[in-house]
């Protein structure tokens, strides 16, 4: 049997926690609940009680408790602490290391692996202000999870709701029998997806990448302990657990933002992202008699940027979506463009929108040609060769 420490915070979703308490104790474990007291606005220390059958603490200023220095023994006693719902206020709290009541008290002070489960408008759950928090919790050895996409209390619409307790329930499993992960302590930048490059304000060119390979390879990589930053693309897929999104549109615009998030262990930039840029027109062009001609100017190259910068990581990988000649073009791009690896693919099919991928591994070494298979699976291969690549008996190119 394990032992939970269920810190429920304050928002609407801390109804769900009841249902949550319940799941965790037909599954055999143990729980206690601290209560916050934002959210005995939404639940009563009465009902946890009850499905917990232990008793409910509300208080640092509880003097029985604290004359036994209660907070620490709390941060202790348990095999794994539980946030949820960590509310905006929560995990900025969390991530600024303070301690002003007694859930921030025992997270401060407790040796035990910590699992924090957000709910929030999507708006606050976007806030670059909240990015940054998530990050510095995971970068602090956290377990965030990426919170659900759909309609909100507020009547939003976006990501930011709480995980269904059931989702909750096995990523606590997951964490109690976790062992140590391969790229725990790195950094690693993903880039995905396409970008939109517009001619006028309702008309853009774009390309057909549906960004699902590397939104997989961003949560392979997760999976293996590492902190992900992924740049994507417009594209409308879901999270991955545990990794740090940033949404953009425009080439320059990744660019930039590949550019904050540097330094990096490691870049696997999977995304296909477009050549050339037009000077926008301001309005819609309308049709006429005459076609409009497009003056295209080169965008910057992220790749080669990137090989050529003072902050290059120590792994850098490119892709190579091509239509002939594939593992000649890509190997002609990894000496062109002086990376690591190129992963090359032959997109002449439907590879861009489809489930399944065949990569060759082009490195200075030589061509390694996978057989094909699902994206996912691609994704786990590749993810398992950059740690070994990381590794630090292993050379870096």
């Known amino acids: 049997m394990k032992r939970i420490l269920l810190i429920v915070g304050g928002g609407i ?13 037909k599954r055999g474990h143990a729980v206690r609940c601290v209560l916050t007291e934002a959210g005995q606005h939404f639940v009563t220390p009465m ?29 202790r006693q348990a095999d794994l602490i539980v946030v949820a719902p960590a509310t905006a206020d929560l995990i900025a709290r969390m991530a600024g290391g303070l301690a002003n009541d007694l859930a921030t008290t025992l997270l401060l002070a407790t040796d035990k692996p910590v699992l924090a489960a957000p709910a929030m408008n999507v708006r606050m759950w976007l806030h670059p202000a909240t990015i940054r928090n998530v990050a510095q919790l995971r ?28 989702r909750i329930a096995d990523a606590i499993d997951a964490a109690l029998e976790a062992k140590p992960q391969r790229l725990a302590g790195r950094h690693i930048l993903v880039t995905a997806g396409p970008t939109h ?23 392979a990589l997760a999976a293996l302990g590492a902190r992900v930053t992924l740049v994507a693309g417009p594209v409308t897929l879901p999270t991955p657990a545990g990794v740090t999104r940033i949404d953009v549109e425009t080439a320059r615009e990744m660019a930039d933002a590949v550019d904050r998030a540097l330094p990096v262990d490691a870049a696997i ?13 301001v309005q819609k062009i309308k049709k006429g008699d005459a076609t409009p001609t497009l003056s295209l100017s080169e965008n910057p190259d992220i790749l080669a940027t990137l090989a050529r910068s003072p902050q290059r990581p120590a792994l850098l990988i490119g892709f190579a979506a091509e239509t002939e000649r594939v593992v000649e073009h890509a190997t002609a791009k990894r000496a062109r463009k002086d990376v690591d690896w190129i992963v090359a693919n032959d997109v002449s099919g439907d590879v861009m929108g489809g489930d399944s991928n065949s990569v060759h591994i ?36």
């Open 197 to 219: 490059e517009p001619i006028d304000p309702v008309r853009y060119i774009a390309n057909r990448s549906s960004g699902r390979q590397g939104f997989a390879i961003a949560g």
């Open 13 to 25: 979703a801390a109804y769900k926690a009841s249902e949550l308490v319940r799941l965790l104790r």
């Open 139 to 166: 970068a602090d050895g956290i377990t965030v999870m990426a919170p659900d996409e759909g309609p909100m209390a507020c009547g939003e619409f976006g990501p930011g709701r709480l995980p269904e307790p059931d």
């Open 269 to 281: 930039m999977v995304a296909a992202v477009a050549d050339w840029h037009v000077d926008a027109a």
């Open 362 to 397: 082009v490195t200075k070494d030589g061509v390694e040609s996978w057989p094909r298979q699902g994206k996912d699976a691609v994704a786990a291969q590749l993810a398992r060769r950059v740690a070994d690549a990381l590794e630090p008996a292993q050379p870096m190119r």
């Open 47 to 75: 009902t946890l009680a009850a499905l917990s059958e232990d008793k409910v603490y509300t208080t640092l200023w509880d003097l029985k408790d604290e004359a036994e220095m209660g907070h620490i023994q709390l941060s």
